[in-house]
């Protein structure tokens, strides 16, 4: 959520009672900065050519502000070492300018006494580039700390190779807003709260564009969560090749995304999806069976449009594979179900339609691990042309069939 303590500056700027602070700390970095300025600006820079030490204990923020300022435009290099970072008053460490690269492989850490809510980098300025960083959050504040937030006013923002670690509070990513961005084989591992959060307020925001793609993502709550409000969407979101591990929850939950694919992808934990549409969950393995409070693929409210094709999916025990549910008068509608392998136990059926129309369930194969006499669908409060079966095949259920109240679904049986 964008708190008060979020109020951009001009990009490029910084608190400079802050900046004189950090170079009394950081000693000889003081007599270098004049030097590094005459030397001309929009070159690429070496962060230790400006005075950065990366000892892990010197506060390096005076040398990196004023390797921003030099190589706006260009490339900040950033090499080995551990680099401590405290605030400026944009709340956040480092906020690059337009056009600039920040090149690892450096580590860039906290510093011990931080504001409640600050991030290491906040990117609010056109086509920033991070690139084989890494980003120690084990000394992040409790509040609203994240590694990386990206503002409104952001596009064309690649996030590659990052490594972030350790945040004992909140999470990884934040995107408040922004377009055309993208993480590619990114590592975000030991979250407390959610990996990479999208988040928008007030109708006609949120970010657009975004590509997450051959990505690892662990956390205690939700690897990606999507969370805007107030009208505001997730618009046009790619989810493709990645790892997502959750610890009892929704390895993806997605609410209020309008076009999103998610495809190819391993998901330890379950996936939510809440006012959406236009959402196509392809060729995934989606492993809930650790997720013992949730059904593995779960659609509330008005969800419509949505294509679940090709995916391996696996229940825990006692709940659904998949599950449509009607709530506040809204349901899902117009989806297709088709080509999955579903997997349950417990004499639990298979899915659980609750509502909606125009929903097809075809060429699945329906498993249970425990045989029963029960059916593989339980349908509630249908007509008799909201939900088409073809073409599926059960193992272990005696049929697909409705239970009650008991709807005019057409049905099928064991061949």
């Not at 605030?87 to 956040?92: I, K």
């Not at 084989?132 to 409104?152: C, E, H, I, K, M």
């Not at 989810?239 to 998610?262: F, I, K, Q, S, T």
């Not at 060729?283 to 090709?310: F, K, L, M, P």
Request: proline share 4%; charged share 20%.
């Amino acid at each position: 959520m964008t708190t008060p303590d979020e109020r951009a500056i001009p990009s490029g700027r910084a608190d400079t009672s802050l900046s004189r602070r950090a170079l009394v700390t950081a000693g000889a970095a003081a007599l270098t900065l004049s030097a590094c300025t005459r030397a001309g600006r929009g070159q690429s820079t070496n962060v230790r050519d400006v005075g950065a030490v990366g000892d892990g204990l010197t506060d390096d923020t005076a040398a990196f502000i004023a390797g921003l300022e030099r190589a706006a435009g260009s490339t900040l290099t950033v090499p080995e070492g551990t680099y401590v970072l405290s605030e400026t008053n944009a709340f956040a460490s480092l906020v690059p300018t337009a056009g600039t690269t920040m090149s690892g492989p450096g580590t860039l850490r906290f510093a011990r006494r931080t504001r409640k809510s600050v991030r290491l980098i906040r990117i609010e300025n056109p086509d920033i580039s991070l690139q084989g960083l890494s980003l120690d959050l084990r000394r992040a504040p409790r509040g609203t700390s994240f590694g990386v937030s990206v503002v409104r006013g952001a596009h064309s923002i690649l996030l590659n190779e990052l490594t972030l670690t350790n945040n004992p509070h909140r999470g990884g990513v934040q995107i408040l807003g922004g377009s055309d961005l993208e993480l590619r084989r990114c590592s975000i591992t030991g979250m407390k709260q959610n990996g990479v959060t999208l988040y928008g307020r007030g109708t006609g925001d949120g970010p657009r564009g975004i590509t997450i793609m051959d990505c690892h993502i662990s956390s205690d709550v939700q690897p990606i969560d999507s969370e805007p409000v107030e009208g505001a969407t997730v618009q046009d979101l790619r989810v493709e090749g990645c790892r997502l591990v959750a610890r009892d929850n929704y390895a993806v939950a997605l609410a209020w995304v309008h076009r999103a694919l998610v495809a190819n992808n391993s998901l330890v934990g379950a996936v939510h999806v809440v006012n959406s549409r236009d959402i196509t969950l392809r060729e995934n393995r989606i492993d809930a069976t650790a997720a013992i409070s949730r059904d593995a693929v779960t659609a509330v409210r008005q969800s419509d449009r949505c294509q679940i094709s090709g995916n391996t999916i696996l229940a825990a025990r006692g709940r659904y594979a998949i599950s449509l549910r009607a709530r506040a008068g809204a349901a899902p509608n117009g989806w297709v179900i088709d080509g999955n392998t579903m997997r349950v136990s417990d004499g639990v059926p298979a899915g659980l339609i609750d509502g909606g129309q125009g929903i097809s369930v075809n060429n699945n194969i329906l498993q249970t691990e425990s045989p029963t006499a029960g059916s593989a669908f339980r349908l509630r409060g249908m007509r008799s042309n909201d939900v088409v079966f073809q073409g599926n095949q059960v193992d272990g259920f005696d049929g697909i069939r409705t239970t009650k109240p008991a709807p005019r679904t057409r049905t099928e049986e064991v061949q």
